[in-house]
T-cell receptor, first 114, second 115 residues
């Protein structure tokens, strides 16, 4: 079943602008992770935020987590053409009975125009 | 330290043939996950394995699909009697521990095309 749902499905911005992507999920989680996928490639891990954290930064990335609303956002500041990719959130739902696995959303396709 | 290696990169099969997809996890990683991705879709979990054990195969179709992660050698995802609907990108990922504490490292995927 789909745990995370990203919003928007697609986003097109100009280089230098900020890009914000949102993710909503359904069940309690241990952590939430964001991944990036370039066309035709595997996913690359960007950032992990634990359920007891509210915000995390990594370079031009800023992730927030609101467990009361079961939502997260990924902000990419000062975007570059090289940031063009699909971005996925993934959650590690609690209570999987020992089978800890990540459940992915459908992703946001980001296009950064030069 | 080489990343997660998947082969082949592209695999073409005719309906009814068998497909074998291989995945070598990163050195030191004992947890392997297989995911399937359809065009413009997210990744759908298929199976989670540790060395010589299937931990969770709840995402695997009940028939024709099997997976293994032997003591020696790569993890194998096997699809028997392939049908056109099996056409997809299959990704393997590995981690050194459980994902409540760890991130996943992904391979580049195998693109399976069934004619």
């Amino acid at each position: 079943s789909q745990q995370g749902e990203e919003d928007p499905q697609a986003l097109s911005i100009q280089e230098g602008e900020n890009a914000t992507m949102n993710c909503s999920y359904k069940t309690s989680i241990n952590n939430l992770q964001w991944y990036r996928q370039n066309s035709g490639r595997g996913l690359v891990h960007l950032i992990l935020i634990r359920s007891n954290e509210r915000e995390k930064h990594s370079g031009r990335l800023r992730v927030t987590l609101d467990t009361s609303k079961k939502s997260s956002s990924l902000l990419i500041t000062a975007s570059r053409a090289a940031d063009t990719a699909s971005y996925f959130c993934a959650t590690d739902p609690k209570g999987q009975g020992g089978s800890e696995k990540l459940v992915f959303g459908k992703g946001t396709k980001l296009t950064v125009n030069p | 330290n080489a990343g997660v290696m998947q082969n082949p990169r592209h695999l073409v099969r005719r309906r009814g043939q068998e497909a074998r997809l291989r995945c070598s996890p990163m050195k030191g990683h004992s947890h392997v996950y297989w995911y399937r991705q359809l065009p413009e879709e997210g990744l759908k979990f298929m199976v989670y394995l540790q060395k010589e054990n299937i931990i969770d195969e709840s995402g695997m179709p009940k028939e024709r699909f099997s997976a293994e992660f032997p003591k020696e050698g790569p993890s194998i995802l096997r699809i028997q009697q392939v049908v056109r609907g099996d056409s997809a990108a299959y990704f393997c990922a590995s981690s050194p521990g459980q994902v409540f504490n760890e991130k996943l490292f992904f391979g580049s995927g195998t693109q399976l095309s069934v004619l």
